[in-house]
């Protein structure tokens, strides 16, 4: 009898954990972050930010996961419709969906589009193969040139960089690729070049300078690029350290421009998620910095920079806590 009764309350024990563990899980909430192509940045860093929120998942009731997408563009639209919770975004972008411009001009300024921070500084970056003969943006005409793909942040840099140099799309041979295929599309001679906005070091570009055929990195300079540098405020001088790519044909850092790489949310997603993500991020701050050496030259007041969607009342929150809201955007506090 006694060792009856020792099975029932065994059995019961168990039971009753079962339920207490169905209930915590039931309270769990599960994000998601829309982040790029496995081998960019974006992947990774959502990736770091996932991480550092699964391992307190008891303490705030959050489970992240990670979704690589086609970028910047379909981050931001799945944000705001609710598919993905948090996104990562060039700042370009952010700024285009809120003030309703480019992809966003028919629907109209995106309002609940929202800010939290912003990571590192990415360069819009040009790579030619030596044998097209490519050394100035000008020399691209005629060429067979990947601009981007559809949805991807680099697609409108590559646009408006061709632009400001005096290059209609009509004098090249538009390719519209992810950035992900056009190393081995340079490789094989199928392109002549390829602009990829991303954060240095990147995956891709080692690739595209480590193969059969020697490449060059283009510099993005020249009296056009100046005047679009002081027409949109998102863009910024930038260089790309050559120590990099060892076995690209240049000499030296190649001087571009480039924009940030921004971590956005909507004004819908619950106060304490965005709380949790933000406290989490910056209260390990120097761990993340580690996390991939794109963030070597992270600083908290720079990651407050390039936003122009208001700050997520739950990022706030930590902010002023924090004492960190002395270096945001007054205009971005509503």
Request: proline share 6%; glycine share 8%.
């Given at each position: 009898m006694g060792f009856l009764r020792r099975i029932i309350l065994l059995g019961l024990s168990l039971t009753l954990l079962l339920a207490i563990d169905a209930g915590a899980a039931s309270k769990r909430v599960f994000v998601t972050i829309g982040t790029g192509g496995v081998t960019g940045v974006?992947?990774?860093?959502?990736?770091?930010?996932?991480?550092?929120?699964?391992?307190?998942?008891?303490?705030?009731?959050?489970?992240?996961?990670?979704?690589?997408?086609?970028g910047s563009v379909y981050n931001i639209n799945a944000v705001l419709s609710g598919d993905l919770e948090f996104g990562v975004a060039q700042s370009d972008r952010q700024y285009q969906a809120y003030h309703g411009l480019a992809e966003w001009k028919k629907a109209g300024p995106q309002k609940k589009l929202?800010?939290?921070?912003?990571i590192h500084?990415?360069?819009?970056?040009?790579?030619?193969?030596?044998?097209?003969?490519?050394?100035?943006?000008?020399?691209?005409?005629?060429?067979?040139?990947?601009?981007?793909?559809?949805?991807?942040?680099?697609l409108q840099n590559s646009k408006d960089v061709l632009e400001a140099a005096g290059i209609p799309l009509s004098s090249i041979h538009v390719e519209q690729v992810k950035a992900v295929?056009?190393?081995?599309l340079l490789q094989d001679g199928r392109i002549d070049a390829f602009f990829y906005t991303v954060g240095h070091p990147n995956g891709n570009i080692k690739e595209a300078t480590s193969g059969r055929l020697k490449v060059r990195i283009i510099p993005i300079e020249g009296p056009g690029i100046d005047a679009?540098?002081?027409?949109?405020?998102?863009?910024?001088?930038s260089v790309i350290p050559i120590k990099f790519y060892p076995k690209a044909d240049n000499s030296g850092d190649v001087p571009s421009i480039g924009v940030k790489a921004t971590f956005v949310?909507?004004?819908?997603?619950?106060?304490?998620?965005?709380y949790a993500i933000t406290k989490e991020v910056f209260d390990n701050f120097e761990d993340f910095k580690k996390l991939h050496p794109a963030y070597s030259v992270l600083t908290k007041e720079a990651m407050l920079s390039g936003l122009?969607?208001?700050i997520h009342k739950g990022a706030l929150r930590y902010y002023r806590e924090s004492g960190l809201i002395k270096y945001i955007d007054p205009a971005l506090i509503k």
């Open positions: 974006y992947y990774p860093t959502g990736g770091a930010i996932s991480r550092m929120i699964n391992k307190k998942s008891k303490q705030y009731g959050i489970k992240a996961t990670v979704e690589s997408t086609a929202r800010s939290v921070f912003s500084p990415e360069s819009i970056t040009l790579i030619a193969s030596v044998k097209s003969g490519i050394k100035t943006l000008k020399d691209l005409k005629g060429k067979r040139v990947n601009i981007g793909n559809p949805g991807s942040g680099q295929e056009a190393p081995s679009l540098l002081k027409k949109y405020p998102y863009y910024a001088k949310t909507s004004a819908d997603v619950d106060e304490k998620i965005v122009s969607a208001p």
